[in-house]
Structure formats: C-alpha cells, structure tokens
C-alpha cells in the first residue's frame, strides 16, 4: 500500500482492501433496463440527476495507508433533477453515502484533500429518484 501527497495524490490497494468489487452505484440483478442506461438513446433522456461535491456526515473509520492514514467520513449529497431538453431545474433532493465503514483500495486525491466520503449504493439512487424514474 502506498500514499503519495502532491498534485494528484494516490493511495494504492493494502491488506484486506476489496479489489475488483463492482462499483456501489452498479444496478443490481433484475433492476428494469431505465435503470442502468445500457440501451439508453441520448436523443430520448428526459431528465439528468448531477451529484453535488459531498458534505462530511458521520465519521466511519480510519483508512490506512502506507504513509498515511485518512478519515471515510458517510457523505451527504445534493442531487439537482433538470429536465435535458431545457436545463429547468426539476427537484432537489438529499443521498446519504453508504453507512458501511468500508475503506477503498485505491484513491485519487486532489492536493490539500485530507479525508474520504462514502459514495451512495444503488438502491438508495433508486428510492431517492424513483419518483422522477418511475411511471
């Protein structure tokens, strides 16, 4: 494992860090295909949910690293729904980042960062949009 604090900071993989896992915001098995945007057409998107910079909620643990450690603290976001055609913002709504103290195996920081937030897992993507998504 290996941290490095300059213009693009890194830390790499150390014990017990999940390699190859799949993303949180991955749909899961059995989610209905205007989930995923797999066959998305661009042409037809109706709306756009952006993700604001996260807000530190709860401290989780301390991620270790090679020369250094950092603190996951559980995000808080802003999502902004806008309709794609006019950019008229639709709705704003709260996500909470993943209460699981799970520490990445790799990071990418910008210098002067000196903490992590947990990002949101799908399913809460899927019940804080679900009102926009679903007929």
């Known amino acids: 494992m290996e941290f490095r604090r300059d213009t693009g900071a890194v830390a790499t993989a150390g014990p017990g860090s999940a390699s190859g896992t799949s993303h949180p915001a991955s749909p899961t098995a059995g989610s209905p295909d205007y989930w995923s945007g797999t066959h998305l057409d661009p042409y037809r998107v109706q709306l756009i949910a952006c993700l604001g910079s996260p807000d530190e909620g709860e401290f989780l643990t301390d991620c270790k690293f090679t020369s250094d450690t950092l603190k996951l603290y559980r995000g808080t976001y802003e999502v902004t729904v806008y ?20 520490c990445p195996s790799m990071v ?22 679900r009102k926009y998504v679903e007929p």
């Open 83 to 102: 309709e794609a055609r006019t950019g008229k913002k639709v709705g704003t709504e709260q996500l909470l980042g993943s209460a699981k103290p799970s």
């Open 108 to 129: 990418y920081l910008k210098k002067d960062v000196s903490k992590l937030h947990s990002e949101p897992e799908f399913a809460d993507y899927q019940q804080v949009l």
